[in-house]
């Protein structure tokens, strides 16, 4: 019998420790992978091992705890975590708004203005209110990214057959070759020129399925803030992932 199925299971993760504190790392095998790697996304916080299909659980483990003091540090830069509940500060277009729990009976989102700040208020059992949050922001979003893709297929002449909103991870936005539009969410909370541009880029994919001098002139003719958005993003873009 091949050793492949006589191998036990893989744990989902390894601990490792250093000192006092006990670090957790997930553990990942790749078909594709020719060596062991190990990162720390600064997006989720956590800790990733891969393994190429053959290499045994103990050489990770040995790995990770070699490295243990690597894992800890950028641990420690992972920006803490705010998550949807009352009394939060979260940017929505790129402001910062507090969220407010108007009362237990159920009503719609409202924006507005209270002690001199913007706020996002909703009326919803206390338990409901994360989902509710974020429910009002995927549909900002979605309304400020059809507005964009209006705006933007006046100038190009095409529209995209379909839009959607997830909460990805490695990308803001995709454009697939049946001219379908992924956009992540968390564009609302970022300034309206970020939005826009990320609108403009995949608007600009209809056209050029790729990264060449004409995508780019298409970006740049759909866009007048490409350079200062894509700025904006690699400095804060992975900050957006740090709310709910």
Known sequence: MPLAFLRRPDPDHLDVHHEGALLRVALRRR??????TLRVSAATGEAVITLPPRMAVSTAQRFAASHAGWIAARLARVPERISFEPGAEIPIRGEPHRLVLRGARGGTARWGEE???KVLSLACEEAHFPRRVRDALMRAARAD???AIDRHAATLGQRPVRITLRDTRS???S???RGELNFSWRLILAPPMVLDYLVAHEMAHLREMNHSSRFWAVAHHLC????AAEA???R???ELHRFG
């Open 236 to 238: 804060n873009g992975t």
């Open 232 to 234: 904006w993003l690699k």
């Open 224 to 227: 007048g803030h490409v350079d």
């Open 171 to 173: 990308r803001w936005g």
């Open 31 to 36: 078909d594709a992978a020719r060596r062991i």
């Open 145 to 147: 990214i059809e507005a």
């Open 175 to 177: 454009c697939t070759a």
């Open 115 to 117: 002690g001199g700040g």
